[in-house]
């Protein structure tokens, strides 16, 4: 394996000024931390001060600064590394100014479906537009949609569903505007600021950005190779009212969830009284997939799925079933978030499940995860990946001594973005050495081993070394 030589950073100890802040000292320790990040004075994987050191060096306790990281790392300022210290974690990505990014760059970082070529969804549109414009009834996908979505549309939706072995019927199914909507609804609906939501240790950053933006509480539990483990789920369901998780292809580590754990998952939140959110967006990849959680706990499952991840990212249609009895409290958290989805889009993906156009662009974008799959592993394959060959991202693991975050930034700088593990991380525990890689917005294949034989230089590079204090 070649190597490059490591870089030598020469720099003095950070030391935050918090001699104007007002308010307690470890806050202003952390209003410190934050502006140096966002005005760059900070790069991502600096080492920053022991507890003991920077306590030193301001006069303080050890405990203030404890306690100024813990809130560091909480905001996502930080991230600690058992035996070897606290490290910034830069501004992200997408805080960089494009024109730093722009020339060249190969993003890996955003996960939807690829969309070149055969799988453009231009000329389906473009043919169901025309259909549509020769419709009578054109001028009523722009009025206001019935609760939930008209009886048509929530039909499609119950359709939808089916193909992933849930059995519904339309007065089950809510159409929202893309399962993040669907999401938001059900959370406003069930939780108050302070509930408690279970879901695992890796998580989407949709689902921490909804928990912040709600003022609910997550608890992140431990996971093994197939996802959630049912222990230590049931060791935390006293205090939760809520689990939710990612089942089918996990994001971001794309594990698959096995038949028999989610039969005991389902079997032990109804024991406790646990409600389910089950996130099915990329269930439809996997033919045949396991059943979903839902189908074994029906009567405390809230099961949400939709076509941006599998037909295309703009149509912003997703499908939420509500346990029995639910239907009517929900139709209240889509008015109160954006009223409606948008009948024109809830037509245009109901005629692509009816025709079978939804069926076809399903089988071709599986195929073309396998090939890109195929391709990753073939490039990558001497390190370890966690995958699956139809899914639309993978989870590398980083040899020693990576960082999840310096190995990012480093990836940024060689013009490949791919997303940092702290990213995902809920709460403040120690982020893994692991990158999530999403193969969908590579142009083609050959823009993809472009992206993927960077990432392979910057693996066999290696990182800066530990900043020398003077």
Known sequence: MCGVKADIVMMTMWVPEIGQRSGPLYQAIVDALADDTARGALAAGQRLPTHRELADRLGITVGTVTRAYTEAARRGLVSGEVGRGTFA???????????????????????????????DPGPMLAATLTELARSRDLGGLMAYAADGGSEAHRAAGAAWLGRSGVQATADQVLVTSGSQHGLTAVFATLLRPGDLVLTESMTYAGMKALAELLHVRLQGLPMDAHGLRPDAFEDACRAAKALYCVPTLQNPTASVMPEARRREIAQIARAHGVLIVEDDVYGLLLDPAPAPITTFAPEISYYLTGTAKILAPGLRVGYLLAPPGEWGRLVSGVRATTWMAAPLMAEIAARWIADGTADEARRLKRAEAMARQAR???????????????????????????????????????????????????????????????????????HLERGLRALLRVLEEKPETAVMVV
């Open 89 to 119: 974690r830069g501004r992200a990505a997408e805080d960089v100014p494009r024109a730093a990014t722009d020339a060249g760059v190969v993003d890996l970082s955003v996960n939807h479906p690829p969309t070149p070529g055969r799988l």
């Open 376 to 446: 990753a592993a073939e490039v990558l394959g001497s390190y370890r990946i966690q995958a699956q060959p139809e899914s639309f991202h993978l989870w590398l693991h980083l040899p020693e001594p990576w960082r999840s975050d310096s190995f990012a930034e480093r990836a940024r700088r060689r013009g490949v973005l791919v997303n940092a593990s702290h990213m995902f991380l809920v709460g403040p525990g120690v982020a893994p050495a692991a990158v999530r890689v999403c193969l969908g917005p590579a142009r083609d294949l050959e």
